[in-house]
């Protein structure tokens, strides 16, 4: 977060907040009116690019921590047994560390973008935490709107999860009736962002561009490759998978002799199958071709085959006392990507969601191994997936900050040139840098001509100034 600079929308959103309180107000009305539905999202976007930016940094940083409090609190109960405690949080906090510069820099690293996916979910994080820990009830309600009030998916989270706990309580006529009240509260968040005025509006212009089945076809076969071949997946495709395996087989005495085979004949599978998965990603292509799809469908049946059968061992014998936990997040990650089938606009930045589910299935499997059933084997299977889990996102991680730290001296040097620019009369020419790793940044003025009309407006330079972009001198 320290060295992450202002790119794409950040410079559109700027302007919000240059003529005072009338026009604040009157662009966030247009905004919502005309371009986009999530109101409570974007007015918090202008007052965090009208702040100090080291406010913004600290707020995105507590809100990547809140998924591994608040994800540890719902996985964690009643369990004193240190070795899952710390392995829960450990593969929470790789999670986030492990996510591909593919998806961060959309979302996580960059202003607009961790406003419309971070916070989102770190709402629906305290939400569930307050869900099944008998929260507040009124800090609860107000929790579920405003977490439905923020993105399309995360309101189908939101109303999903509501649900959810209302369907599981159904019996507790106590629970029901607070429970109810959450429902009807995330419908009502849901409804201020589905229900504006310019989703309506998008869906017109856009509609006219793209036949609504050819997209509804597109979004289907797009999401299923990226989500089971796409590179930034892999890794908690396999930490899912080894610690799936890891908890069914730590229970085998709890399984009849049937799905004792089963479980094994899924164990040895997985060996195969993580070859595959990382296979795959390595020849990651757009090209369908009948051997890729095979491949990929073959994953894609062993995934929905070992998730079934954990959750069936989990409602069938119900080892633990939040045994539906996994069985949520699945829910709730699927509900997230139904919300984008039908949407025009889809990118890696769209998975975070699912890959937060799914970051919080691995961890509840981590920290409910029952290690007294050959506990010396669990122990070093659940250390030695902690170490490689731990080595593998400090690793990536340590690769974004180096490239940020990089990109950032740009940004510097832009502001100075710009500062000469207008020391010496506004005369002429403007030189600005681009960046110096495309990758460690998001749609910059060069790349758009929309996105450069408000960089000048953000740096008080004239409409008509012809800016020349040029590579960084190091």
Known sequence: NKNVAIYGDDYRYCTFVTGGLRSFVGNHVDHYMQVNGRAIVHVLVTVFLALPKSMWRVFNSLLLGSFVYFGSRIVIKDNDALLQNIACPTLLCSGILALDIHVTRQSVY????????????????????????????????????????????????????????????????????????????????????????????????????????NLLRSNVKSQWVRFFAARYVVFYQVVFIAVSCLFMLSYRSML??????????????????????????????????????????????????????????LFRHRPVENYYIPLFALILYIGSQVMMIVSPVWGARNELCGIFMLSLCSSFYAAHINLSEGAGLMKAGLILICIVVSAASLSNVSKTIAGYAENIQVEHANIALIGQYKENGGVGELYQYKLIDESYGWSMPYYSRYHEVYYKVRYGLPKELNIRWVDYAR
């Open 110 to 213: 960059w202003l607009t973008g961790a406003l419309n996916y971070v916070y989102p979910v770190g709402l629906l994080m305290l939400y569930w935490y307050l869900l099944e820990h008998n929260g507040n009830k009124i800090i609860t309600a107000i929790a579920s709107f405003l977490s439905a009030a923020t993105t399309e998916q995360n309101a189908m989270m939101t109303v999903g999860l509501s649900f959810l706990y209302l369907a599981y309580n159904f019996r507790q006529w106590k629970d029901k009736k607070s429970l109810a009240v959450n429902f009807g509260l995330s419908i009502a968040g849901m409804c201020t962002v589905l229900l504006a005025p310019s989703v309506l509006v998008r869906y017109g212009l856009e509609n006219k561009t793209t036949p609504f089945m």
């Open 256 to 313: 009849n002799r049937k799905e004792r085979a089963f479980a094994y004949v899924l164990s040895v599978y997985a060996i195969a199958e993580t070859a595959l998965i990382i296979m795959l990603s390595r020849q990651e292509s757009n090209v369908m071709t009948p051997d890729r799809l095979l491949k990929i469908s073959v994953i894609s049946v062993y995934y929905v085959v070992l998730s079934s059968f954990n959750v069936y061992v």
